[in-house]
Every structure is written in C-alpha cells, then in structure tokens.
C-alpha cells in the first residue's frame, strides 16, 4: 500500500502502488536511481539536477520546452554519461523509464506565465495529467512544485497547509494558480484511484542565481535594477509583503519532501517576512545605495500578504530555510554581476 499522507484520513489510498521496474529487486545488477525533472532547465530545476547529480548513484533526465529556461543553466552537465537533456514539452506525452519524476515544468513569473494563459493552463493540467500517466505506467514516485499562489490573496496569515485559499477563478492570476490547484487535485486523485506515489510542495516565493536577468520577478527586478542604476519599481502600494526563500535551501526541502513518506502538501519557503519597500531598501542598503525607489502602478489581483507556516516542514521533514535575505542577496548579485559585466565599484 502507499503510505498516506501526515494530513488526515480523507486521502485514503483505494490501490496499491505500480509495480516499480524488475529491476528495482533484481539480487546481482543494482542500477542506478533514473530520475526525471521536468523544467529542469529552469531557475530552481536547474539548482535541483546540480544537487541530484553529486550522488553518483543517480541519473539524471531533464525535459524542457525552453520557454523560460535555458541549456546555458545546464551547460555543466551536457555530455555528462550520467545525463540526458531533451527538448519536450510535457504537453504532449512522455515515454521514459523512470524510477522517481519532480514535476517543474510551468513557468513561474507572473509576467512569463500570463504571456500564454492558455497554454500555462494546459501545462499545468494536460502537462500533468502526461506526468501521472508516465508515473502510473512505470510505477515511479512524483513530485509536483505547487505553489503558494493557491492561497490566492489570503485571508488566513501566516497560511498553513489546511488553508484552502482566496483565488479569483477567472482572473489574469488564474491560469497559474487555478492550474496548480487542479494539478495538485489530479495529482491526489491519481494517488487515490491509481495508487500512485505522490510528493506536493507548496513552494513559496524563491530567489538565487541564475533567475533570469529580465525575469520580471521582483528580487531579479531589484539586483538587475541597481546594477543598471535604474529606480527600484516598487508596485503600489509596496505595503504587500512576501517571504523569500533562498534556492539552495528550497533545493534540500523538495529532495526531502521526495525522500520522506508524506504525501503533502508540504509548505517549502522561508517565514522572513518583508514589504516590498522594506525588500527594495534593503537592496539599496546591500548593492547601491544611491539608487533611487520609484512607485509604479501594481497589476490585478497581486496578493496582499504571504508567508509560510512551515510547522509541517519541521515536524515531519526535519527541514527549515538556513541562509537569510540579508545573506542572500549578495550571492545573487554576484551571479547577476558576472551576467550583466558589471564589476563592483571599491
Ligand atoms: N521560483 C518561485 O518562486 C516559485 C514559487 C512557487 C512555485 N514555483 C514552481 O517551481 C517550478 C519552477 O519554477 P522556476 O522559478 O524554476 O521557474 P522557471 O520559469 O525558471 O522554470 C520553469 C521551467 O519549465 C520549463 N517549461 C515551461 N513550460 C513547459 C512545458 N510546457 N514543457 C516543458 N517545459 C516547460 C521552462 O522552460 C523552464 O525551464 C514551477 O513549477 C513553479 O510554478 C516556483
Ligand atoms: O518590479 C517589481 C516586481 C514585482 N513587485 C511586487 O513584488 C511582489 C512579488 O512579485 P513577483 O512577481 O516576484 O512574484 P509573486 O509573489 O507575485 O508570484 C510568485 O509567487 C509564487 C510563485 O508561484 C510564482 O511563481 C512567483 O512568481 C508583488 O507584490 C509585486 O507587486 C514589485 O514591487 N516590483
């Protein structure tokens, strides 16, 4: 039988789990450990193959449409024996024999994500609904990369996992958070019905090198910002706030999450709480500080308030974020600089 979930008897599995590969029991030949990332050539993907990697014993299988990511994240593994990249969008299905798959694969800034609604919808839903069938036929554990966008704007602060969120269903917002919370429904149904293996975390606003320069996402906004000497566009009313999670701390919970036995959903994100005014002074204080804040007008629905309750994340992970923004931010510059040909003035 799977094991169940930390979160109450209502996720009841009614099947036992695919048989994994005969490989998996076979007494003389142990393979290695097949893993897929989908999104892999993405910010916190990327991240992720680089710490899958270090364990010999795994090899790696990155999917990626390049939308938003880039081989140049990657570019360390290409021609690695132990690793594969491949040009695919997880829109259209997928036959590979893996033994455990993170789902990543969605774009993540509001800016990227509402360019193509309908087709972040269709990743989110057709994409993993493609994910679960390949999980299902060749019996492997999966993990998806929910988010805290479906808490919507909340009303509930800080939000716990048992929070079922405020989301406008037919707003701009909508095809990324609705999407993940249909994903997340798909991903429990398949647990329920077919006995898949199943990992969600709700991973909540993550920063680190190799974000994109133009990513549209506000930490990579402010660094790129300060080091082209440009205002800081702090959205009105810059009173709203977010919790910021630095990547390699984000890394260590999902694999966690993927090793552990809970299902989920399992709040990953770093409790710090900041206004976005407070987050521009501080990348004032920390990279320019004769760079100027401008206020620019805010687009719809942005959440008012958001920040982790990760209580699960401690009890049943043994996981919590270790670097602070303050400590941070600097390590995110440093890539920015190298990217943008800025050198630091002394
Ligand atoms: N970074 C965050 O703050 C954050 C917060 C919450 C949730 N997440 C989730 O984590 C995951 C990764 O986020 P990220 O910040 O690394 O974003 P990212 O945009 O850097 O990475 C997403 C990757 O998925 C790929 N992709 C997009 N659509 C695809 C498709 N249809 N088929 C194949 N590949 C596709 C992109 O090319 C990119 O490489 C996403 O699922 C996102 O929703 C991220
Ligand atoms: O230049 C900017 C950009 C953004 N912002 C503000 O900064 C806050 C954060 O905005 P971001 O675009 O970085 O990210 P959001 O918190 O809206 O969405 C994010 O959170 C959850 C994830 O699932 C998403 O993938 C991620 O992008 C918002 O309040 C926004 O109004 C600015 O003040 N200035």
């Known amino acids: 039988m799977a094991k169940n979930s930390a979160n109450g008897d209502h996720q009841t599995t009614t099947k036992p789990p695919p048989t994994p590969s005969p490989l998996r029991f ?5 393979p290695n450990m097949r893993i897929l990332v989908t ?14 990697m270090e364990d010999e014993k795994n090899e790696v299988i990155v999917v990626d449409n390049f939308f938003t990511g880039s081989k140049d994240n990657l570019k360390r593994w290409i021609g690695h024996p132990r690793f594969e990249l491949r ?10 024999e893996v033994d455990k798959i993170y789902h990543l694969a969605c774009p993540a800034s509001p800016i990227f994500y509402k360019y ?5 919808i269709k990743t989110n839903v057709i994409g993993t609904l493609n994910m679960l069938g390949l999980a299902k036929r060749v019996g492997a554990r999966i993990l998806l990369t929910s988010t805290s966008e479906v808490y919507g704007d909340p009303l509930v602060h800080p939000q716990p996992e048992s929070y079922w969120g405020n989301v406008n269903p037919i707003g701009v917002r909508s095809c990324y958070d609705e999407g993940k919370r249909v994903a997340e429904t798909l991903m429990f149904d398949y647990h329920r019905q077919h006995g898949i293996e199943i990992r969600i975390a709700r991973i909540f606003n993550t ?7 133009d990513d549209g996402r506000v930490v990579s906004n402010f660094i790129a910002q300060s080091l082209r000497d440009e205002p800081l566009t702090v959205q009105a009313p810059g009173t709203q ?7 390699s701390d984000m890394v260590d919970g999902l694999i966690r999450l993927m090793e552990g036995d809970n299902t989920g959903p399992i709040n990953i994100g770093n409790p710090g709480e900041f206004t976005m005014i407070e987050l521009a002074e501080l990348v004032k204080e920390l990279i320019s500080p004769k760079v100027e804040i401008k206020m620019v007008e805010n687009t719809p629905d942005d ?15 043994g996981w919590e974020p270790k670097v602070k923004l303050r400590d941070g931010l600097p390590l995110m510059e440093e890539d920015f600089r190298l990217r943008l040909g800025v050198s630091k003035k002394i």
Not at 39 to 52: E, T
Not at 87 to 96: F, I
Not at 116 to 120: C, D, E, P
Not at 241 to 247: K, Q, W
């Open 26 to 30: 076979s007494k003389f030949f142990q």
């Open 39 to 52: 999104g892999g050539a993405g910010f916190i993907g990327s991240h992720l193959v680089d710490k899958l």
């Open 87 to 96: 040009r695919h969008d997880v829109t259209e299905p997928l036959l590979v």
């Open 116 to 120: 193509n609604a309908v087709k972040t």
């Open 207 to 213: 920063y680190g090198p190799r974000m994109n320069i």
């Open 241 to 247: 706030t977010r919790s910021f999670c630095y990547v």
């Open 303 to 317: 959440p008012r308030q958001r920040k982790p309750d990760i209580t699960k994340a401690k009890e049943l992970l």
